[in-house]
């Protein structure tokens, strides 16, 4: 009776799809057995002339996750789960893609907010939870390998030194540094990253002065940083006020 109820519940949310309003989501899921590892694919419909979007995944605690960053979707981790940010969103919607992890054999609920603006008006349709069964014996294999976890993430520089038994000598003096704010937020790091393609998984961000300095990196050497900038700013991340500084 259980697993009937499961297979009902996964023809629903799976494979249906359901509205929120004008908004359609459908969840596809892939286990590796191997791994015990699943990986969720959810696509966004609906949306088309959102200017921002957000989707957050709530995680139960004690499931590792990884959220690997793609297309032009940056994955922020959350105290209770993951983010992703979006703007200018298409007809082809937002489509968000993650891993997790159980340590046993488990019912895992996860709970999905969709918050999107339109000028200045703010859409919150209420969007069903998604049940994953670790038990259930439906879901697609998935074969292929786990990219590295490259969610959005901004170091303090001071902080990250005290933290660890590195110097900065020892883990790199040169980084690229892609702004210099007044008033600093995450929010407009993220649409600066959004806007610029840029996957973002090493950022730094120190305070001089009254400016709050954002750099991308962490290399032994200037030539070592130049080398990355021009690499940067040849593919899709077009950044040619980005140069290199040191972090001493």
């Known amino acids: 009776m259980k697993k009937a109820f499961f297979t009902l519940c996964l023809s629903l949310i799976v494979f249906n799809g359901y509205f929120a309003g004008e908004v359609k989501v459908t969840h596809t899921i892939e286990k590796n057995s191997e791994k015990n590892e699943y990986k969720i694919t959810s696509l966004f419909l609906g949306a088309s002339k959102a200017e921002f979007a957000k989707v957050s995944f709530q995680i139960p605690e004690g499931i590792e996750v990884v959220t690997p960053s793609s ?4 994955a922020k981790k959350e105290s209770d789960g993951i983010s992703f940010y979006a703007l200018s969103v298409s007809d082809k919607g937002i489509t968000t893609v993650f891993y997790v992890q159980p340590s046993n054999e488990q019912e895992i609920t996860i709970g999905v907010k969709f918050v999107y603006a339109v000028g200045e008006e703010k859409m919150k349709p209420s969007i069903e939870d998604l049940i994953i069964s670790t038990t259930s014996m439906d879901y697609a294999d998935y074969t292929g390998e786990t990219p590295e976890d490259n969610s959005f993430v901004i170091k303090d520089l001071e902080k990250s030194n005290s933290e660890t038994t590195n110097s900065v000598e020892e883990s790199g003096n040169y ?7 007044a008033e600093y937020s995450d929010e407009r790091v993220m649409k600066f990253c959004i806007k610029h393609k840029l996957k973002t998984g090493d950022l730094i961000k ?5 400016l709050t300095k954002v750099s991308i990196g962490r290399y032994s050497s200037k030539e ?7 690499k940067m700013i040849s593919g899709d991340a077009l950044l040619d006020d980005a140069f290199v500084v040191s972090l001493k």
Not at 71 to 74: E, F, I, R, T
Not at 175 to 181: A, C, D, E, G, N
Not at 206 to 210: A, E, F, L, T
Request: aromatic fraction near 0%.
């Open 206 to 210: 120190r305070d001089v002065g009254n």
């Open 175 to 181: 980084s690229i540094q892609l702004l210099s704010l």
């Open 71 to 74: 297309g032009a979707n940056v």
């Open 224 to 230: 070592a940083a130049n080398e990355a900038k021009k």
